[in-house]
């Protein structure tokens, strides 16, 4: 068999594997494993293997992971999400639909010092949901809220998969963050219009919630204040150039688990709690990045990825065609895989096609830029399309009375929804570029 024939077939058995639901990262070690040996030999592959681990751990960048990670579960047990609840309740908790909308500025909020989707559906359901509930909010939209509004921890940044895509691509991770700024408000403003729009439709689903005087909405803004504080020393450090992302990942971490600690999260068992949630995680992400790796080197070696690039340049398609060609096939794996695996899978893939061809007269660097963030709204979509959607399955368990295909209708709006943000995004690239020549 040929290099490309290997390829062709480890790629596809890797395919079956997570149809089987074998672990992402266990099916890309097996893949890659088996291909390398077969093209390779068995002595370079287990040569490979003596310094694959500490070639890819000792990348100083992906120390900004676990940080990033250990932030989010300070915040987290720091009780910062309810304030956040509470300030966006306080505002326009009277509107019709109201409190639905808090829920999203929420999440927006609380991505901003997170960077997990996950993460982020899972302790905005927690405080969310038994507002909502209490407020007799239908539980069908309640849950397609908060599981859409959780994909807004990896847009607004910072972003777990947005360092992972830099690490990949050598892109700057600061000016890839103030790129997704911009699309991550345009994000929240769109799921806020999606529930206004059903709030008018279906009355019964988003009543009215309770007006807050002045006084009220100001001591609910002054709660948040960790919040703003914590997210100007972070972004705007990392956007002034005064800390590197790592740094200001460090100085992120220590002030939010300072606000834990002062709150009195991290009594008992809390901080032990706090770090193992960060190291599973980090081990998880970590174990991935070892399995794509050897992947995406035996596929080097079959030179798939060269010669996937060479035809669809050859084929002389319009550029659009590729691009939407790519979101198309993001679209599918989103229904059988998280967001960071595809990152991690397809990149290595798609990064040369689209760096091959000219979309709106972009240079390099503003393209590789914008695909980073394309690719990362797309994947992010992944997050709540059936069968797998990993945040409605994580505010389903928390909602066990509200039917899976329930929640699952009540999201088809918000993918509306996220249908247009990317045709924008794709059609109008200066939306994710804007910032970037505004600060540049």
């Given at each position: 068999?040929?290099?490309?024939?290997?390829?062709?077939?480890?790629?596809?058995?890797?395919?079956?594997?997570?149809?089987?639901?074998?672990?992402?990262?266990?099916?890309?070690?097996?893949?890659?494993?088996?291909?390398?040996?077969?093209?390779?030999?068995?002595?370079?592959?287990?040569?490979?293997?003596?310094?694959?681990?500490?070639?890819?751990?000792?990348?100083?960048?992906?120390?900004?992971?676990?940080?990033?990670?250990?932030?989010?579960?300070f915040a987290t047990h720091g009780g910062l999400s309810r304030a956040l609840f509470k300030a966006g309740n306080a505002f326009i908790g009277h509107w019709r639909g109201g409190m639905a909308m808090a829920a999203v500025t929420a999440c927006a909020g609380f991505g901003a010092i997170c960077g997990s989707s996950?993460?982020?559906?899972?302790?905005?359901?927690?405080?969310?949901?038994?507002?909502?509930?209490?407020?007799?909010?239908?539980?069908?939209?309640?849950?397609?809220?908060?599981?859409?509004?959780?994909?807004?921890?990896?847009?607004?940044?910072?972003?777990?998969?947005?360092?992972?895509?830099?690490?990949?691509?050598?892109?700057?991770?600061?000016?890839?963050?103030?790129?997704?700024?911009?699309?991550?408000?345009?994000?929240?403003?769109?799921?806020?219009?999606?529930?206004?729009?059903?709030?008018?439709?279906?009355?019964?689903?988003?009543?009215?919630?309770?007006?807050?005087?002045?006084?009220?909405?100001?001591?609910?803004?002054?709660?948040?204040?960790?919040?703003?504080?914590?997210?100007?020393?972070?972004?705007?450090?990392?956007?002034?150039?005064?800390?590197?992302?790592?740094?200001?990942?460090?100085?992120?971490?220590?002030?939010?688990?300072?606000?834990?600690?002062?709150?009195?999260?991290?009594?008992?068992?809390?901080?032990?709690?706090?770090?193992?949630?960060?190291?599973?995680?980090?081990?998880?992400?970590?174990?991935?990045?070892?399995?794509?790796?050897?992947?995406?080197?035996?596929?080097?070696?079959?030179?798939?990825?060269?010669?996937?690039?060479?035809?669809?340049?050859?084929?002389?398609?319009?550029?659009?065609?590729?691009?939407?060609?790519?979101?198309?096939?993001?679209?599918?794996?989103?229904?059988?895989?998280?967001?960071?695996?595809?990152?991690?899978?397809?990149?290595?893939?798609?990064?040369?096609?689209?760096?091959?061809?000219?979309?709106?007269?972009?240079?390099?660097?503003?393209?590789?830029?914008?695909?980073?963030?394309?690719?990362?709204?797309?994947?992010?979509?992944?997050?709540?399309?059936?069968?797998?959607g990993m945040n409605v399955f994580i505010i389903s368990s928390m909602a066990k009375d509200v039917p899976m295909k329930e929640t699952f209708k009540y999201i088809l709006?918000?993918?509306?929804?996220?249908?247009?943000?990317?045709?924008?995004?794709?059609?109008?690239?200066?939306?994710?570029?804007?910032?970037?020549?505004?600060?540049?």
């Amino acid at each position: 068999m040929t290099g490309i024939e290997w390829g062709g077939l480890m790629f596809l058995a890797m395919l079956v594997m997570l149809a089987m639901r074998i672990h992402i990262a266990t099916a890309m070690l097996l893949a890659g494993s088996i291909g390398y040996a077969a093209v390779a030999g068995v002595d370079p592959l287990i040569n490979y293997f003596k310094q694959a681990a500490y070639t890819r751990y000792s990348v100083y960048d992906l120390s900004v992971v676990p940080l990033f990670l250990l932030m989010g579960q300070f915040a987290t047990h720091g009780g910062l999400s309810r304030a956040l609840f509470k300030a966006g309740n306080a505002f326009i908790g009277h509107w019709r639909g109201g409190m639905a909308m808090a829920a999203v500025t929420a999440c927006a909020g609380f991505g901003a010092i997170c960077g997990s989707s996950l993460a982020t559906a899972a302790t905005m359901g927690q405080v969310a949901l038994p507002e909502l509930k209490a407020n007799a909010y239908s539980m069908r939209l309640s849950t397609a809220v908060v599981a859409a509004g959780g994909t807004l921890g990896i847009l607004i940044p910072p972003s777990v998969p947005l360092v992972i895509y830099a690490i990949i691509t050598e892109q700057n991770i600061a000016k890839l963050f103030v790129a997704a700024f911009i699309p991550g408000i345009i994000a929240a403003i769109g799921y806020m219009v999606v529930i206004g729009i059903i709030a008018r439709v279906s009355p019964q689903d988003a009543p009215r919630g309770v007006k807050y005087t002045w006084p009220q909405k100001l001591q609910a803004v002054v709660e948040t204040w960790p919040v703003l504080l914590i997210f100007a020393v972070v972004i705007g450090g990392i956007y002034g150039g005064i800390f590197t992302p790592t740094e200001a990942a460090s100085i992120g971490t220590v002030a939010t688990a300072f606000v834990a600690w002062t709150s009195g999260g991290l009594k008992g068992k809390g901080f032990l709690q706090c770090m193992y949630g960060a190291a599973g995680a980090t081990g998880m992400i970590f174990l991935i990045l070892l399995g794509a790796d050897l992947l995406n080197v035996f596929l080097a070696l079959t030179q798939v990825n060269t010669e996937l690039a060479k035809w669809v340049v050859g084929m002389h398609l319009p550029p659009l065609a590729v691009v939407f060609t790519i979101i198309l096939i993001y679209l599918l794996l989103g229904c059988i895989m998280d967001s960071l695996s595809m990152i991690l899978l397809t990149v290595p893939m798609f990064f040369p096609i689209i760096m091959g061809i000219d979309i709106w007269g972009m240079d390099n660097e503003s393209k590789a830029i914008w695909f980073g963030i394309l690719a990362l709204m797309v994947v992010e979509v992944g997050l709540i399309t059936p069968p797998v959607g990993m945040n409605v399955f994580i505010i389903s368990s928390m909602a066990k009375d509200v039917p899976m295909k329930e929640t699952f209708k009540y999201i088809l709006p918000f993918l509306a929804s996220d249908a247009i943000r990317i045709c924008a995004i794709v059609f109008f690239p200066s939306i994710a570029l804007v910032a970037l020549k505004v600060l540049s």
